[in-house]
């Protein structure tokens, strides 16, 4: 769920938003209102077809579809088609006298492109796109008034392609460090404050990277902004159980999870979101050393999931683990076994799996 989320940020986050309309229609992302938002930038497209600020908020919109409701294959085809129209719009861009904000949709349209290339697996399709994006990174860090957007994308976008599932992350590193420019996070901060536009994006990075780095408790400012400004948006909500998980609060996020499964279950539009409440619900139970409430909180994930097979894969990992600390040896050997042939599991799973395989770790050690 995090790169998920980390790329809906990305593919939403650097449209120029004077038009109230699609500030507008990014707030309805950011709350969960997918079908609103995307109604909202149908309409725009139909007064401006070739506005690559609008196709990117398509591209973010669609995104946002299958992050809620699943990976269908409709809903994948219905994403490449966007992110390819991003594409063309921006090479068609780029072959007049182009602006630094060019270079940046640019940079942008590209990456989406090469994360869908990663994601089908056509690695060398990928490696290409990625180069070409970070080309028009760099050109847009030349300018000062796109100078601490590309950064931001820079950073964020190395933290999402440094946990990507890559068959190849030998090869993908060569072409990322050159253009990576080590900012530390409080260095972001600096940039946050002079892009009070960018407010709702740079504190999803900040909160993601402080847990990721351990540090939830300079998070945890970032956080409460968020949730005043979107109360009642899933997405904030599943970003709080995260950092609370990282913190080392799992009562906290066991309850707080447990309330969200509910909550997803009682409300329509969130009700796509249960099996990522139940799997958190799992992780939070596991942390606490209940392995028994963990595992039927997994196996809640995995039969509520269907639409959702990465998921699904982490939750076979997971039950494996719950096995492990009953001291199940055989049955955790046969779930790591079917995280290797699920179709949902990428590269990083399933070394996961491999390690678990040659020997258990502490079963308090979760994902999420």
């Not at 196996?299 to 894969?313: D, S, Y």
Request: glycine letters at 4%; hydrophobic letters at 40%.
């Amino acid at each position: 769920m995090k790169n998920a989320f980390l790329l809906l940020l990305l593919i939403s986050a650097f449209v120029s938003f004077a038009e109230t309309s699609l500030e507008k229609g990014r707030a309805l992302l950011y709350s969960g209102r997918l079908a609103e938002a995307e109604k909202l930038f149908q309409e725009e497209r139909k007064k401006s077809p070739d506005d690559i600020t609008i196709l990117i908020s398509l591209a973010a919109s669609a995104f946002g579809s299958i992050v809620m409701y699943g990976e269908d294959e409709q809903k994948l085809e219905l994403l490449d088609q966007r992110i390819k129209e991003c594409c063309d719009r921006s090479i068609a861009l780029l072959k007049e006298p182009a602006s630094s904000e060019t270079y940046l949709y640019a940079a942008l349209s590209f990456l989406m492109r090469a994360s869908s290339e990663a994601r089908s697996d056509r690695t060398a399709n990928s490696m290409i796109w990625l180069k070409r994006a970070l080309t028009q990174i760099m050109r847009a860090q030349k300018y000062e008034e796109t100078e601490a957007d590309a950064n931001m994308l820079n950073s964020a976008y190395n933290c999402v392609m440094d946990t990507a599932p890559w068959p190849m992350p030998m090869c993908v590193g060569w072409i990322v460090q050159p253009a990576a420019l080590g900012k530390s996070l409080s260095e972001i901060e600096e940039q946050f404050e002079r892009k009070p536009r960018l407010e709702t994006e740079m504190r999803i990075f900040l909160v993601w990277e402080y847990c990721r780095e351990g540090y939830p408790r300079c998070a945890s400012g970032h956080l409460k902004a968020l949730k005043k400004r979107y109360p009642n948006s899933p997405f904030v909500e599943i970003m709080s159980i995260r950092t609370d998980l990282s913190s080392g609060n799992h009562q906290g996020s066991f309850n707080a999870a447990t309330n969200f499964y509910a909550r997803c279950r009682s409300k329509t539009a969130w009700r796509d979101l249960t099996p990522d409440a139940a799997f958190l619900s799992g992780s939070a139970a596991l942390s606490l050393g209940f392995s028994v409430s963990a595992e039927k909180w997994f196996e809640i994930a995995l039969k509520e999931g269907t639409k959702k097979p990465r998921l699904q894969a982490a939750a076979q990992l997971m039950l494996g683990k719950c096995a492990d600390q009953r001291g199940e040896r055989d049955e955790a050997l046969r779930r790591y076994a079917l995280v290797h042939i699920h179709k949902g599991a990428n590269p990083l799973l399933k070394s996961f799996a491999s390690k678990l395989q040659k020997k258990a770790c502490d079963p308090r050690q979760v994902i999420y």
